[in-house]
């Protein structure tokens, strides 16, 4: 039986993005392109080891709880990652699956997930530099058509996170796919972070998502 490597499986919730509060199986990948200082991998991964789980097992517990399935990370479009992403999207059964994405890989990922598949692709943009910023505005033009790829952005107080916010307005992204999630790693800061989204989510009419898995430690 195939099987996929990850250094965690368990159910939980999504707690992010346009299926919040969805009970979720969530298969976590170690690997990733970027080093994001409030990613959750770093933050409340129980280990770094992988371990071998066959589809049979992932399969079960979907079933068991009757949850969406969420491929997050580490990077699931990731070169390392994006096969065994395309497997479980592909031969696993689910009535939604999140795929949480730095977009490095996504449009292959895209182009090799069967078509039938109710797969929401959650696209986080990591804006460190402008060379950040080329891409991010080509990918988004190349995605803005495709109705299950969605924005979720970490929204800080920096000059291209307002120039980024700009573009999406200018190309016409479609609001009701940008939610704006503010920065922080634990309740209180996201708590003190979040007028400033809430702002932004005002003035651009996009969505607000927090991190409801830190503030309500339920992952």
């Not at 409030?38 to 933050?43: G, L, M, V």
């Not at 990922?109 to 804006?127: M, R």
């Amino acid at each position: 039986m195939k099987s996929v490597r990850l250094i965690e499986l368990l159910t939980s919730w999504q707690g992010e993005g346009p299926d919040s509060g969805k009970t979720a199986t969530l298969a976590r990948f170690k690997r990733c392109n970027r080093d994001c200082p409030w990613c959750d991998t770093k933050i409340k991964s129980r280990n770094y080891i992988e371990t071998d789980y066959t589809l049979g097992n992932i399969q079960d517990v979907i079933d068991e709880k009757k949850s969406m399935l969420l491929l997050t990370g580490g990077e699931p479009s990731y070169a390392l990652n994006l096969n065994q992403s395309v497997t479980l999207l592909n031969d696993l059964e689910y009535p939604l699956a999140n795929v949480e994405t730095n977009g490095i890989g996504l449009l292959d990922l895209i182009s090799k997930v069967n078509s039938d598949k109710n797969v929401k692709y959650i696209l986080s943009p990591k804006l460190f530099n402008k060379e950040d910023s080329v891409f991010y505005y080509d990918l988004v033009d190349k995605i803005k058509s495709n109705e299950n790829v969605y924005v979720k952005l970490v929204c800080e107080n920096r000059e291209l996170i307002f120039n980024f916010l700009e573009y999406l307005k200018d190309i016409e992204f479609p609001n009701n796919r940008v939610y704006l999630m503010p920065e922080g790693t634990t309740k209180d800061s996201l708590i003190n972070n979040s007028p400033f989204v809430f702002d932004m989510c005002e003035k651009y009419n996009f969505n607000f998502s927090s991190r409801t898995h830190i503030i309500y430690g339920f992952i």
